[in-house]
């Protein structure tokens, strides 16, 4: 039997557990992932080296890669003295010198996949170097991935330059080849539309047979989706690149504790109100589940119980 095809595209935080689940199930994977971050080391590499920035990918590799900890230890360490190296993680340079021996990013990831045994495929969503510009609902714009929260503003749109970026073409592949499509949780406007506002990529989510499911946030972020609802994610993915390109919605289902959303309100985040009237008549399937856990008084969606909701829809 032919193992079902499933694609995860976005980037930040959670998108690796999501990935983390879905290696451990027996399906071919495939990750498509953001390369707009400007911060930090990210963003130094990209700046002198003239390349994607690596970190989504680095997180990417990571998650997916079945190594021995201690190897794994090492490629994901932050260095914090040195000249030049303070801030720098071990990971970047390795993608950043990969992609200097084999001449081209893409390349880079392919051959750092070999060497950590990655399951299955990582794309950049572009082999190119971007940048994320986001226009404000007063008709401000500002530049950089890592500033578009800070301005504290309603956004109205985001967009890439140069324009058109060019997908990866084994990205656009990937996405019409696949049985279910998965759009990961994380930051909507910087880890998650910046792949999909990327021309074909929205054309491919409209064309694929694929099921494109959105896994929503649990939290609503500061600076960019204050007092969003589930329908107002949904409704900023499909203003960006048109309606049906999503046919169903995972929204968490229980309860979140009185004191770690006190811990989240210190950020000026809350649960996001999953408004399912709205989402129905938005033409959605909605897929309520009990899919996150409490670490730290933080919360983060389950790998397992993900991966298992996800797979139970191929």
């Not at 983390?20 to 963003?43: M, W």
């Not at 490629?75 to 914090?80: A, N, S």
């Not at 390349?107 to 170097?129: C, D, H, T």
């Not at 999909?196 to 064309?207: D, H, K, S, W, Y």
């Amino acid at each position: 039997m032919t193992p079902k095809k499933i694609v995860v595209i976005g980037g930040g935080t959670g998108m690796p557990v999501i990935l983390r689940g879905l290696k451990q199930q027996p399906i071919e994977l495939s990750a498509i992932v953001t390369v707009a971050d400007d911060g930090g080391s990210s963003g130094r590499l990209r700046t002198e080296m003239e390349m994607p920035a690596p970190g989504d990918i680095r997180n990417v590799i990571a998650a997916l890669s079945d190594v021995e900890p201690m190897l794994m230890d090492l490629f994901q360490h932050r260095f914090t003295k040195g000249n030049g190296l303070s801030g720098h993680s071990m990971g970047n340079l390795l993608l950043a010198a990969m992609t200097s021996v084999t001449g081209d990013f893409y390349n880079g990831i392919k051959e750092i996949s070999r060497v950590l045994n990655v399951k299955g495929n990582i794309y950049p969503i572009a082999n190119q170097n971007m940048f994320l510009h986001a226009e404000y609902e007063d008709g401000e714009v500002v530049v950089g991935e890592s500033n578009i929260p800070k301005a504290n503003k309603r956004i109205k749109r985001v967009f890439l330059k140069p324009n058109p970026v060019l997908p990866l073409p084994e990205a656009v592949t990937a996405i019409h080849d696949a049985d279910l499509v998965v759009i990961a949780p994380g930051s909507l406007y910087t880890s998650t539309l910046p792949n999909l506002i990327v021309p074909q990529i929205g054309e491919a989510l409209r064309a694929t047979k694929a099921k494109v499911v959105y896994v929503c946030n649990v939290m609503t972020q500061a600076g960019e989706t204050n007092h969003y609802t589930a329908s107002d994610h949904v409704k900023a993915i499909t203003d960006h690149i048109g309606d049906d390109c999503i046919q169903a919605v995972i929204v968490h289902n229980q309860t979140i504790a009185k004191n770690v959303q006190m811990v989240y309100a210190e950020e000026n985040a809350e649960p996001v109100k999953y408004d399912l009237d709205r989402l129905r008549d938005m033409g959605l399937e909605i897929i309520e589940a009990d899919i996150v856990k409490e670490l730290n008084h933080s919360l983060r969606h389950d790998t397992d119980k993900v991966a298992n909701v996800l797979c139970s829809l191929t």
